[in-house]
């Protein structure tokens, strides 16, 4: 099943913390229902397919969380799901429409893949390195998230904040250059944790999925447990 979490709002590309990207699943069947996120409030309710690219939602409800930061984007995607006339899938990419603007844009995601690799996960193992680990990693150790719909890890080497985008195809994911803050970091835990994050090419989950081993070949080199 897809899970199509939100990507732009009116053109704009949207920020979420982890775990907190706003999202919608579909389910088809005597009566069209949806559920879903807003970033801050759970949102359910049924829909109406009227005619081609024609959608209409009816009976929505939410929780009645209190929110904070998040209250805009939720605001903006209830108003959306009230004023949208027309929906469109073109790779990958739901859209819905008030007319012919563009109101809110979708990633598709695996939502089973979803639910094994969200949340923070904290380094405790890499390979090919002299030093014990927690030598190497006296006090903060890496840290990693994945926004599957945006394609993107983030987390922290141990020093500063870091993002890099990822492909996954099927157990193979290949990790592309990073971005990061740039305070001056102390020892070798940082550099050696961007390196190996580059030898990678595959991932195992063990631990009933608490656990990710980041893969060389069929050598483990990075571990990783969900915090």
């Known amino acids: 099943m897809h899970r199509w ?68 984007i939720e605001s903006i995607i209830l108003k959306a799901v009230d004023n949208t006339h027309k929906w469109r899938i073109s790779d990958n990419i739901l ?53 599957l719909a945006t394609g993107e890890i983030s987390g922290n080497t141990s020093c500063n904040a870091f993002s890099a985008p990822f492909k996954m195809d099927g157990m193979n994911i290949k990790f592309g250059d990073g971005r990061s803050t740039l305070m001056a970091c102390e020892g070798n835990g940082e550099r050696a944790f961007l390196d190996m994050l580059k030898k990678v090419d595959g991932y195992s989950l063990s ?11 069929d050598v483990a080199v990075m571990r990783f447990v969900k915090k």
């Open 5 to 72: 979490d939100l990507i732009e709002v009116d053109g704009k590309r949207v920020n979420a913390e982890v775990g907190k990207r706003a999202h919608l699943l579909f389910t088809a069947g005597q009566e069209n229902t949806f559920s879903g996120y807003t970033g801050c409030n759970r949102i359910a309710g049924t829909f109406e397919l009227t005619g081609k690219d024609v959608i209409k939602f009816i009976m929505t409800a939410t929780t009645k969380m209190l929110c904070s930061d998040d209250r805009q």
């Open 95 to 147: 859209s819905f429409r008030n007319n012919d603007s563009i109101i809110l844009k979708f990633s598709a995601v695996d939502a089973a893949l979803a639910s094994k690799l969200e949340g923070v996960w904290e380094m405790n193992y890499i390979s090919g390195l002299r030093i014990a680990f927690e030598g190497l990693y006296p006090g903060k150790k890496p840290s990693i998230s994945f926004d």
């Open 207 to 217: 631990d009933d999925n608490k656990t990710i081993n980041f893969l060389t070949g």
